[in-house]
Structure formats: C-alpha cells, structure tokens
C-alpha cells in the first residue's frame, strides 16, 4: 500500500512541474518576467508543490518499513 501511495504522489509531482513550467513558459508570464524580473508566484507555487511532493513520493517508494 505504502508504494502505491508512492507512486501516485509522485507522478502528481511530476504532473505539477510540468504544469509549472509550462505556466513559467507561458506568454502572460513572460510578459510580467520582463517587468518584475522573477515567475509568476502560481509557477512558483507550482514548481514547490511538485518538488514536494514528488520527493515524498520518492521517499515512501524507496523507504521500507518495519
């Protein structure tokens, strides 16, 4: 059950950094880039949810319990 769990976070992880950075790459994103010098916060929100949650995903595959 626990690698299951696993691999379900992770590759909602992934999902989200790939929305992320798809919204990073974005024309309305760029546009702001150019004025603010950083990513929108929500690619950023994005980019941290995933990162997260994807090493979660990681960590409850490769970990094993007693």
Same mark, same amino acid.
Do not use: C, K, W
């Given at each position: 059950m626990q690698k299951i769990v696993g /691999? /379900?976070?992770? !590759? *909602?992880? *992934?999902?989200?950094? !790939?929305w992320g950075h798809n919204m990073a790459a974005s024309l309305g994103s760029r546009v702001q880039q150019v004025f603010t010098g950083a990513p929108t916060d929500r690619a950023m929100y994005?980019? *941290?949810s995933g990162s997260a949650l994807a090493l979660y995903g990681i960590f409850q595959i490769l970990w094993k319990r007693k």
């Open positions: /691999i /379900i976070a992770l !590759v *909602i992880g *992934i999902m989200l950094l !790939v994005f980019y *941290i």
